[in-house]
């Protein structure tokens, strides 16, 4: 008996049994529902604009007959995830995979690299072009969907019925997208191709932050880049944007001017959001 189990009977263009999973005590049913499937379409909802990691909200994953939407904000072990996502014989099916698979890594410590990316694949079918998610749906299915739900606060709890719709029709289609786009692929000889560009995509998705954001500072010293990794680190202790630290534009100007044996607080004190940032790196570079 799963006492927190919610059913929905959306109207999904291609109709599957919606759940919504709020407990932990419907974790067997959430096993049972994946633990033999091949394909999974995967799909996260989450907010990142005031913290340093992303917030995971809502995990949907679709089987090709079902769909789940797993509240993570109330369901609170999902550990047993990591072994039925990451075991090599499943595809996990995803549309820009990059942003998903960072939010997956940094809150469940969730690595995939079995990974089919349908935006990619779209881009080689379609002669590079980039497409979103709507858009492959429309064209493979002549069905639009309603994105008016793509900013709403998903940390705000209830879910309303729009958002749940909006949500499950998110992994909806992934599935069948994922069978149209492969017997495409194979006649043009690209499938591999796709198959190598997925699983970089989600490596670069796996990285620590703090990697994938020093290889944009191409230019910088190596001053500046050990100044950068501080504020990256301290950051991350705070769960704030490193902005919130200092903005980048201050970069170059803070690393030159703690060059100085004799800086002061008040000197680095102006580039700073607050007081104490500024006299924690002092402390760092003084110990």
């Known amino acids: 008996m799963f006492k927190a189990l919610k059913r929905f009977d959306f109207f999904l263009k291609k109709k599957k049994d919606t759940f919504l999973v709020e407990s932990d005590e419907d974790r067997e049913f959430v096993i049972d529902?994946?633990?033999?499937?091949?394909?999974?379409?995967?799909?996260?909802?989450?907010?990142?604009?005031?913290?340093?990691?992303?917030?995971?909200?809502?995990?949907?994953?679709?089987?090709?007959?079902?769909?789940?939407?797993?509240?993570?904000?109330?369901?609170?072990?999902?550990?047993?995830?990591?072994?039925?996502?990451?075991?090599?014989?499943?595809?996990?099916i995803m549309h820009s995979c990059r942003s998903d698979t960072t939010v997956l890594n940094t809150n469940l410590k969730i690595k995939l690299d079995n990974i089919f990316d349908i935006q990619i694949a779209e881009k080689y079918l379609c002669g590079g072009e980039v497409k979103n998610y709507g858009t492959i749906v429309l064209n493979n299915f002549g069905y639009k969907l309603d994105k008016s739900e793509t900013n709403s606060n998903w940390l705000k709890r209830p879910l309303s019925i729009k958002q749940l719709d909006y949500a499950a029709n998110d992994v909806n289609f992934l599935i069948p997208i994922y069978k149209k786009q492969i017997n495409k692929l194979a006649?043009?000889?690209?499938?591999?191709?796709?198959?190598?560009?997925s699983k970089r995509e989600a490596t670069l998705g796996n990285q620590e932050l703090h990697i994938s954001r020093i290889k944009k500072l191409k230019k910088a010293t190596s001053d500046e880049k050990a100044l950068f990794l501080w504020?990256?680190?301290?950051?991350?202790?705070?769960?704030?944007?490193?902005?919130?630290?200092?903005?980048?534009?201050?970069?170059?100007?803070?690393?030159?001017?703690?060059?100085?044996?004799?800086?002061?607080?008040?000197?680095?004190?102006?580039?700073?959001?607050?007081?104490?940032?500024?006299n924690e790196l002092l402390n760092y570079i003084n110990s």
């Not at 999974?40 to 992303?54: A, Q, S």
């Not at 072990?77 to 990591?82: A, D, Y």
């Not at 043009?188 to 560009?197: F, M, W």
């Open 33 to 92: 529902s994946l633990i033999n499937e091949k394909y999974i379409g995967l799909d996260t909802e989450f907010n990142w604009r005031k913290t340093y990691y992303p917030e995971l909200s809502l995990l949907q994953i679709s089987t090709e007959s079902r769909i789940l939407l797993i509240d993570c904000l109330k369901f609170k072990n999902l550990n047993f995830l990591n072994k039925i996502l990451e075991k090599k014989d499943k595809i996990i």
């Open 187 to 197: 006649k043009i000889k690209k499938l591999d191709d796709v198959k190598s560009e």
């Open 231 to 278: 504020r990256e680190e301290q950051a991350s202790i705070k769960n704030l944007p490193p902005s919130h630290i200092f903005q980048d534009k201050f970069l170059r100007k803070i690393a030159k001017e703690i060059n100085n044996k004799n800086v002061s607080l008040e000197v680095v004190n102006k580039f700073f959001k607050n007081n104490s940032s500024a």
